[in-house]
Nanobody, 123 residues
């Protein structure tokens, strides 16, 4: 089992920045791939970003590319999502994800999920 705990959400004005963190505990061998998804009110969950253990391979949704950066500190078993130039449409609950092999963009194959942290961007 893997436990994922997100933090760092909150209220920010458009154009501002936030950094989300997701700490993992438990079976760390199942956290080779880490990622972030989000779900806005009334919308389906969507992929945001992913990263593998080495940190050498990252992927982003087109909607956040150039504004968000995913990174990880393997010594702390923590993954981060630096969010810059935030827009009202970034408002959502952000979920941390972990998988032994890879993060698929649908989220259907993800092994573990955090409970989420709310990000609200005001206009």
């Amino acid at each position: 089992q893997v436990q994922l705990v997100e933090s760092g959400g909150g209220l920010v004005q458009a154009g501002g920045s936030l950094r989300l963190s997701c700490a993992a505990s438990g079976r760390i061998a199942s956290t080779n791939a880490r990622g972030w998804f989000r779900q806005a009110p009334g919308k389906e969950r969507e992929f945001v970003a992913s990263i593998i253990r080495s940190g050498g391979s990252t992927a982003y949704a087109d909607s956040v590319k150039g504004r968000f950066t995913i990174s990880r500190d393997n010594a702390k078993n923590t993954v981060y999502l630096q969010m810059n130039s935030l827009k009202p449409e970034d408002t959502a609950v952000y979920y941390c994800a972990s998988d032994r092999f890879a993060i698929d963009r649908t989220g259907a194959q993800v092994d573990y999920w955090g409970k989420g942290t709310l990000v609200t961007v005001s206009s």
